[in-house]
């Protein structure tokens, strides 16, 4: 039987995990019920350093270190011991340029994490780690497609 979150309607685009005791949880409403905890900055760390940066960011137009934010923020606890990727930095030019400058580092930052992530969702072994995998590449797919989405 489906999850009681969904009744009997079950879309395609549902993605159903099933633990050990055939217990179904969807991953759309785990991610949902995990959102707002995972973005207040009063009870997430992540949150609270995305929240400074954006803010920094913001008031430093000099100088502009992009940081995949909310994708760390969902993979925090799931790194390896592998060092992470040398993210790229960027100084600033005219504004045209240096708009499509970052929003094509943003979009392989957000390609890369998805890459990480779908290697390690092959590999993984528990429940709840797949949730959080899964919610990873979610979030990822959403910004990747909210760049895209940019008037150029």
Avoid at 19 to 45: F, G, H
Avoid at 63 to 71: D, K
Avoid at 93 to 113: C, D, S, Y
Wanted: aromatic residues 2%.
């Amino acid at each position: 039987p489906p999850p009681p979150c969904l009744g009997h309607r079950i879309s395609f685009q549902t993605i159903l995990l099933q633990d050990k005791q055939k217990k179904l949880y969807c991953v759309t409403c785990q991610e949902l019920n995990s959102d707002v905890d995972k973005d207040n900055p009063a009870l997430n760390a992540q949150a609270a350093l995305s929240q400074v940066r954006e803010r920094q960011l913001a008031a430093n137009t000099d100088e502009m270190v992009l940081r995949p934010e909310h994708c760390e923020g969902a993979a925090l606890g799931l790194r390896s011991n592998a060092p992470d990727p040398v993210l790229p930095s960027c100084t600033t030019a005219p504004n045209a340029p240096l708009a499509r400058n970052t929003l094509a580092v943003a979009e392989e930052i957000i390609l890369q994490k998805i890459g990480w992530a779908s290697h390690h969702l092959q590999e993984a072994t528990s429940v709840e780690r797949s949730i959080q995998l899964c919610s990873l590449i979610c979030s990822c797919t959403e910004a990747l497609k909210g760049i895209r989405e940019l008037p150029q």
